[in-house]
Nanobody, 125 residues
Framework: QVQLVESGGGLVQAGDSLRLSCTAS????????LGWFRQVPGKEREGREY???????????YYDDSVEGRFTITRDSAKNTAYLQMDSLKPEDTALYFC???????????????WGQGTQVTVSS
C-alpha cells in the first residue's frame, strides 16, 4: 500500500498561480502514474474529475482539455514527488484537489489505488 501526502492549495485571485505537491511513500511501479483529480463544489454527485497525470517511468504527461496550456505536471523520481504547477487560474478551477496513484489508463479513476487527503484550491473573480 502506498501513502500519498499532498499540499499547496490556497485562496488566490483569477490569473494567479499555485503549485501542488504530492509525495508517495514508495516509488510508483513502472507503467503506473501519479496525478490529480478534483471535486468541484456542488457537483459531488458527478464525482471526482480528471485533471492531469504523469507516467512515472518515462515522464509522459497528460491533461484534461480544461487545463491544458495552463497547468504543468512534473515529477521528481528521486523524491517520489509529483508537482502540479497551475498558472492562469480561473474561478472554475475552484475545487478540492486529490492526488492519486493509479494503474491502467492514465486518465481512468477506476484504476486509482491510493488517494491523497485532498487540498483546497479557491479562485476568486
Amino acid at each position: 500500500q502506498v501513502q500519498l501526502v499532498e499540499s499547496g492549495g490556497g485562496l488566490v485571485q483569477a490569473g494567479d498561480s499555485l503549485r501542488l505537491s504530492c509525495t508517495a511513500s514508495e516509488r510508483p511501479f513502472t507503467g503506473y502514474a501519479l496525478g490529480w483529480f478534483r471535486q468541484v463544489p456542488g457537483k459531488e454527485r458527478e464525482g471526482r474529475e480528471y485533471v492531469a497525470s504523469v507516467i512515472w517511468r518515462e515522464g509522459g504527461t497528460y491533461y484534461d482539455d480544461s487545463v491544458e496550456g495552463r497547468f504543468t505536471i512534473t515529477r521528481d523520481s528521486a523524491k517520489n514527488t509529483a508537482y502540479l504547477q497551475m498558472d492562469s487560474l480561473k474561478p472554475e478551477d475552484t475545487a478540492l484537489y486529490f492526488c492519486a496513484a493509479f494503474r491502467g489508463p492514465y486518465y481512468n479513476i477506476a484504476g486509482v489505488y491510493s488517494w491523497g487527503q485532498g487540498t483546497q484550491v479557491t479562485v476568486s473573480s
